[in-house]
T-cell receptor
Framework: DQQVKQNSPSLSVQEGRISILNCDYT??????FLWYKKYPAEGPTFLIS?????DKNEDGRFTVFLNKSAKHLSLHIVPSQPGDSAVYFC????????????FGSGTQLTVLP | SQTIHQWPATLVQPVGSPLSLECTVE??????LYWYRQAAGRGLQLLFY??????ISSEVPQNLSASRPQDRQFILSSKKLLLSDSGFYLC????????????FGNGTRLTVT
């Protein structure tokens, strides 16, 4: 039972354009959401998070949007850069518990120069 | 600042041999520590979780074990490796505060031959 789904295994975007990565979840108890970026042969790096009391959180070029009614999360990267090419994982947990984080299967983003 | 070290980066071991992967955290005290495994094309699966020295919770039945001999040291072990133990293993830490993200090490690529 996949409680966190990233339905697009890959995404290609032109440099300078917007990248939109999507994530859906099924567990209504999830109230803390995170995005991680992972380069090959490295561990995931924490990017940005959002709690369920907000619907948007912004950090530089990265913005996360949360639509609780649709149980949908998205990460916007503007403008996209070639160095953003990586696998992006979304994750969610109930009660802000890191132990109970559930990860999606990841989306490979390729930013074309 | 906090850092997490995980070694070795890659490991090739024959079936039936023992395993020991080590992880240490610097720059923080009393962290929660985690061992994850990433299967190809899939999300991250939590294997073990520790809230303190000698306190280990196993999340899935398996051939592996974990130990925490010191506050900032976490070890993943096996007495006899199986082919199915091959994978990418990640150590991570988080603070004990709510809504605290996981911070990952660079991972160990284990190949059991």
């Amino acid at each position: 039972d996949q409680q966190v789904k990233q339905n697009s295994p890959s995404l290609s975007v032109q440099e300078g354009r917007i990248s939109i990565l999507n994530c859906d979840y099924t567990n209504s108890m999830f109230d803390y959401f995170l995005w991680y970026k992972k380069y090959p042969a490295e561990g995931p790096t924490f990017l940005i998070s959002i709690s369920s009391i907000k619907d948007k959180n912004e950090d530089g070029r990265f913005t996360v949007f949360l639509n609780k009614s649709a149980k949908h999360l998205s990460l916007h990267i503007v403008p996209s850069q070639p160095g953003d090419s990586a696998v992006y994982f979304c994750a969610a947990s109930p009660s802000g518990s890191a132990r109970q984080l559930t990860f999606g299967s990841g989306t490979q983003l390729t930013v074309l120069p | 600042s906090q850092t997490i070290h995980q070694w070795p980066a890659t490991l090739v071991q024959p079936v039936g041999s023992p395993l020991s992967l080590e992880c240490t955290v610097e720059g923080t005290s009393n962290p929660n520590l985690y061992w994850y495994r990433q299967a190809a094309g899939r999300g991250l699966q939590l294997l073990f979780y520790s809230v303190g020295i000698g306190q280990i919770s196993s999340e899935v039945p398996q051939n592996l074990s974990a130990s925490r001999p010191q506050d900032r040291q976490f070890i993943l072990s096996s007495k006899k490796l199986l082919l199915s133990d091959s994978g990418f293993y990640l150590c991570a830490w988080s603070s004990k505060q709510g809504n605290s993200p996981l911070h990952f090490g660079n991972g160990t690529r284990l190949t059991v031959t």
